[in-house]
């Protein structure tokens, strides 16, 4: 499975963005996609993840009410629809593959493969 993630971009404060990534394919063990993202110097961290059975939506609760994650399961593609950027959102955000149990939804280690990372920079 391949992943290819789309859509970031430099923006203000107040602005919005909307991610893309795309899987080459879906798997018995693809349970969904998540959006992870990495701010420099910090550790990466969860930020929202759709589960394709059932098209539950899990989020980090410092996106929440801001994020939404949709999908498109005839495409493989999961979208991340960002309101209210903040300088805080500043990071490099990946998709994965999420093969755990559900119980694992905001643990990267149950995420493989990742897709290249796309940049997203908020200017206050």
């Known amino acids: 499975v391949q992943l290819q993630a789309s859509g970031g971009g430099l923006v203000q404060a107040g602005d919005s963005l909307k991610l893309s990534c795309t899987a080459s394919?879906?798997?018995?063990?693809?349970?969904?996609l998540g959006w992870f993202r990495q701010a420099p110097g910090m550790e990466r961290e969860f930020v929202a993840a759709?589960?394709?059975?059932?098209?539950?939506?899990y989020y980090a609760d410092s996106v929440k009410g801001r994020f939404t994650i949709a999908a498109d399961k005839a495409k493989n593609t999961v979208y991340l629809q960002m309101n209210s950027l903040n300088p805080e959102d500043t990071a490099v955000y990946y998709c994965?593959?999420?093969?755990?149990?559900?119980?694992?939804?905001?643990?990267?280690?149950?995420?493989?493969?990742w897709g290249q990372g796309t940049l997203v920079t908020v200017s206050s």
């Open positions: 759709f589960r394709w059975s059932g098209s539950y939506t």
């Open positions: 994965a593959v999420h093969r755990g149990p559900l119980s694992t939804i905001r643990v990267g280690t149950s995420y493989n493969p």
């Open positions: 394919r879906r798997t018995a063990s693809n349970n969904g």
